[in-house]
């Protein structure tokens, strides 16, 4: 069945630049000090390209089209400390494009640290134009502002390509977490592994619905367990849903899904997007610690916290075999620093 995603994104163009396929490796010390299950990490904060992470599969078929359209200009939009932003920006220097990204102030409150360093240290770096958008939880008004810098990129001759933020447009995106899905499988049968449930932070959708419709396309029984970290479950669930079956449909897949097929929980998201709580900081500190992992504290550590608290509940078994998706972000510590505690 593997085939059959790798036949489905043929059809789609795509530029590589990722180093794939990113590395799958036993959590042992980790395991242990939870006494169970069996767990692993799908290394893709190693995809390569500007100190990596889960965007980098995503940009490859984004900037596909990119180049399909002849555009010499990228113009995309995330939160302040954006690993999307980032990696858009690498992709655009690579390929030879500017980049013009706009950056929401999402997170009230953070100081100069926040603003400056971090991933917005490295989109200076990568000589990024920078917009700022004053709403953070308004994912349609930043789609239009972004269409407005496009146009004025468009008025001085420039041939502009955007990539959108909200669930109104297709996921490009997930395609790439579809590939990743056909990837973690074939891993997991080289290594002699049974793979019981996967678990992703789930923020916009794309990675958590792209992995979903991968397992699904494939047939597989593997759980794909989503920790929120944006939104409530009541309103991600949905929107995986959703954005798992535009997946399917944009790949050509013809899979069904339903709600049943979505796990989503918001129990360690704590006062919201981008804000630490002590269940992530007690993540941050055990991947450290066993695992030599550094975690960013706005996906990949509450998404470790969910793992963790899923273990002690009881929700993921003790004879389970879970992988852990690392998506990278470990520009965004840096960005944190007054707020971790050390």
């Given amino acids: 069945m593997m085939d059959v995603v790798a036949q489905a994104l043929a059809n789609h163009p795509r530029v590589r630049l990722a180093h794939l396929p990113t590395p799958l490796e036993a959590m042992e010390n980790l395991s242990e000090r939870l006494g169970g299950p069996r767990l692993f990490v799908k290394r893709d904060d190693c995809t390569g390209v500007a100190m990596g992470g889960n965007k980098?599969?995503?940009?490859?078929?984004?900037?596909?089209?990119?180049?399909?359209?002849?555009?010499?200009?990228?113009?995309?939009?995330?939160?302040?400390?954006?690993?999307?932003?980032?990696?858009?920006?690498?992709?655009?220097?690579?390929?030879?494009?500017?980049?013009?990204?706009?950056?929401?102030?999402?997170?009230?409150?953070?100081?100069?640290?926040?603003?400056?360093?971090?991933?917005?240290?490295?989109?200076?770096?990568?000589?990024?134009?920078?917009?700022?958008?004053?709403?953070?939880?308004?994912?349609?008004?930043?789609?239009?502002?972004?269409?407005?810098?496009?146009?004025?990129?468009?008025?001085?001759?420039?041939?502009?390509?955007?990539?959108?933020?909200?669930?109104?447009?297709?996921?490009?995106?997930?395609?790439?977490?579809?590939?990743?899905?056909?990837?973690?499988?074939?891993q997991a049968e080289a290594m002699g592994i049974s793979i019981d449930t996967v678990v992703v932070p789930s923020g916009s959708a794309s990675t958590h619905a792209g992995m979903l419709a991968g397992m699904k396309a494939m047939g597989s029984p593997v759980r794909v367990l989503g920790i929120c970290v944006r939104r409530d479950a009541a309103a991600q669930g949905p929107r995986v849903l959703k954005r798992t079956r535009e997946t399917l449909e944009l790949a050509g897949l013809s899979t069904e899904v339903t709600d049943t097929d979505v796990h989503v929980t918001d129990a360690w998201l704590g006062d919201g997007y981008g804000r630490l709580n002590d269940a992530a900081r007690e993540a941050m500190t055990l991947a450290a610690e066993c695992e030599g992992l550094l975690l960013d504290p706005?996906?990949?550590?509450?998404?470790?916290?969910?793992?963790?608290?899923?273990?002690?509940?009881?929700?993921?078994?003790?004879?389970?075999?879970?992988?852990?998706?690392?998506?990278?972000?470990?520009?965004?510590?840096?960005?944190?620093?007054?707020?971790?505690?050390?």
Avoid at 65 to 94: I, P
Avoid at 130 to 148: Q, T, V
């Fill in 56 to 186: 980098s599969r995503q940009a490859e078929f984004y900037f596909g089209r990119a180049v399909e359209a002849g555009a010499d200009t990228v113009v995309t939009t995330g939160a302040f400390q954006s690993n999307h932003a980032r990696m858009c920006c690498a992709y655009a220097r690579k390929l030879g494009m500017a980049c013009e990204i706009q950056l929401e102030h999402r997170v009230a409150g953070k100081g100069d640290t926040y603003l400056k360093s971090g991933n917005v240290l490295l989109d200076r770096l990568l000589g990024a134009v920078i917009h700022e958008y004053p709403d953070g939880e308004d994912e349609a008004g930043a789609d239009r502002n972004l269409s407005k810098i496009a146009e004025a990129i468009a008025e001085r001759g420039g041939k502009p390509y955007v990539i959108p933020l909200s669930a109104d447009h297709p996921p490009v995106g997930a395609l790439g977490y579809v590939e990743a899905a056909a990837e973690l499988v074939a």
């Fill in 298 to 342: 706005v996906y990949t550590a509450k998404s470790l916290a969910g793992l963790i608290g899923a273990v002690r509940d009881g929700t993921i078994g003790a004879e389970e075999t879970v992988v852990f998706l690392h998506t990278g972000g470990t520009p965004a510590l840096f960005a944190y620093e007054e707020f971790l505690g050390h």
